[in-house]
């Protein structure tokens, strides 16, 4: 029961984490303000929550193979579109246009740094000791 609620706060986690990183990278991006170095800063970004997701992982979940399912469907299913839906509702048009855009634009790259997070933290974990 620990293992699933464990899984189950790091799919919140990372749909925050989600969250969190379009906003900042919205924040960026409006006119005028550092929107010619927005590539490097989307993957700077990227990389950092790799980091996070990686030792976010390692420490909580631990060498169980299992945790990506119990961490992936329902981040995708239920937690992610919450956030998202959440987040619209708090924004007005323009900001919201935007936050969808970047959305769309760089979902593909946080699936692939979440996906590398979490397996890289969870094939570097020790293995749990029996006894």
Known sequence: MRFLIETQ???ILFAFFWVLYLNIIAFFDQPGRAL???NWFVF???ILLTIIYFL???YFIGRNWMAVLLILLPYFLIYQPFFE???SSLVNDNYRMMINFL???TGTLHVITMLFGIMMGIMFSKPQSKG
Do not use: D, H, W
């Open 56 to 58: 976010m992982t390692k």
């Open 9 to 11: 706060i790091l799919a």
């Open 36 to 38: 010619q170095y927005i």
């Open 44 to 46: 700077g970004f990227a």
């Open 103 to 105: 959305s769309r634009s």
């Open 85 to 87: 839906r959440l987040q």
